[in-house]
């Protein structure tokens, strides 16, 4: 089979070797991108909550795109749950994204290969490539940021396995202060690799760990067959609430996540979002079906080949927010000093014709 265009495990352990020996290539890639497909992250400041929950994107249009299996991408075999909706926005310092797709729930505690899981990736090093995670051809034990330049890509991978729905998950104190982009509560890890074989949490890479290493995402998950009893001591769910819903149950998965466009890595491990340009994206999602837990190469993906992602300045509508307000300053500067004119020449007026009777006195006469 192909090689997939993601792999994501924070093991490197037997899992690892599982892994590996599933992703041997059996042929050449092809893939028939749709060039047309563009995700623009509008600028909303002050709206979104990263909560897991939808209701604060409501009026933010979403991109619609089918999930086709990463290895072999072919219509007929997609996702059966149905598309999957992208949105995407920022507010001039942080960029937010919501994966939505509909699957009914399967959730097992513990176990992140029984639940669905999703990730980003994006690309940082100019040849990253799409397929191959950055495309480096080095081997486990040669690849390094020397033999891989230029093929880093960034990733940011959530199983929900340990994670109660509308909690915030990612970077935290502990993982952060011991310099690496792991998530020890909930999963949601912060990695970059040069491909599906060399891969590493932030902060982590062949030489050595690095203490500057961060998490810098936060990300929550919900699926709205849930129901908070809004009157309970305790608001939202707690682990004792685990499943938190029926099997079964039809509905559909939100996953939301947060991430400064900008953060202080120093060794090309995170992507580096820069207002008013593009960077490279691609979205996985992973679901088990009939109770079955997925392998890493057990995939779909939005496409088989980069995203453009857009993040456009919100200067615009600054100015002409700008721009009406002086408008509409100088509009009422412009009425006050006409009226001041004309009462002043309502004054004059009167003043000349109550004094038009003041005799005629002849000049030689003074």
């Known amino acids: 089979m192909l090689r997939p265009l993601f792999l994501f495990s924070l093991f490197i352990t037997p899992q690892l070797i599982r892994f590996v020996i599933s992703h041997q290539e059996r042929g050449a890639w092809s893939c028939e991108s749709n060039t047309e497909t563009r995700f623009q992250a509008v600028y909303k400041p002050g709206i979104i909550t990263v909560d897991g929950q939808g209701q604060?994107?409501?009026?933010?249009?979403?991109?619609?795109?089918?999930?086709?299996?990463a290895l072999d991408p072919h219509q007929d075999d997609a996702y059966q749950g149905g598309k999957m909706t992208v949105k995407v926005l920022h507010d001039g310092h942080d960029v937010f994204f919501l994966l939505q797709v509909d699957g009914e729930y399967v959730y097992t505690k513990g176990d992140n290969y029984k639940c669905p899981s999703v990730a980003l990736m994006f690309q940082v090093g100019e040849n990253a490539t799409y397929h191959d995670m950055g495309g480096c051809h080095e081997s486990p034990g040669t690849c390094n940021n020397k033999t891989c330049?230029?093929?880093?890509?960034?990733?940011?991978?959530?199983?929900?396995?340990?994670?109660?729905?509308?909690r915030l998950y990612g970077g935290n104190p502990l993982d952060?202060?011991?310099?690496?982009?792991?998530?020890r509560y909930g999963h949601l890890v912060d990695l970059y690799a040069w491909s599906p074989h060399c891969r590493y949490l932030d902060g982590h890479s062949p030489s050595g760990n690095d203490s500057s290493g961060q998490n810098n995402w936060k990300g929550a998950w919900w699926h709205d067959s849930f129901t908070v009893h809004s009157a309970s001591a305790i608001p939202g769910f707690i682990e004792g609430d685990s499943p938190y819903s029926s099997t079964g149950q039809k509905g559909t998965y939100y996953f939301e996540f947060s991430r400064p466009l900008r953060t202080m890595d120093r060794f090309q491990q995170d992507v580096q979002f820069t207002i008013s340009q593009s960077s490279k994206v691609a979205v996985a999602f992973w679901?088990?079906?009939?109770?079955?837990?997925?392998?890493g190469s057990e995939h779909y993906s939005v496409s088989c080949d980069w995203v453009l992602l857009d993040i456009p300045s919100g200067s615009s509508v600054i100015t002409r927010a700008s721009s009406s307000s002086s408008w509409e300053a100088a509009s009422a500067f412009s009425l006050l000093l006409s009226l001041v004119s004309f009462c002043l020449s309502v004054f004059?007026?009167?003043w000349v014709s109550k004094n038009k009777s003041v005799p005629f006195m002849p000049m030689n006469n003074l």
Do not use: C
């Open 287 to 295: 679901y088990p079906i009939d109770g079955k837990p997925w392998r």
């Open 348 to 350: 004059v007026g009167y």
């Open 176 to 183: 952060n202060r011991d310099g690496n982009g792991g998530d």
């Open 56 to 69: 604060d994107w409501k009026d933010i249009d979403g991109f619609q795109v089918s999930l086709l299996p």
């Open 149 to 166: 330049r230029g093929h880093e890509v960034d990733i940011m991978h959530f199983s929900i396995g340990n994670a109660i729905p509308g």
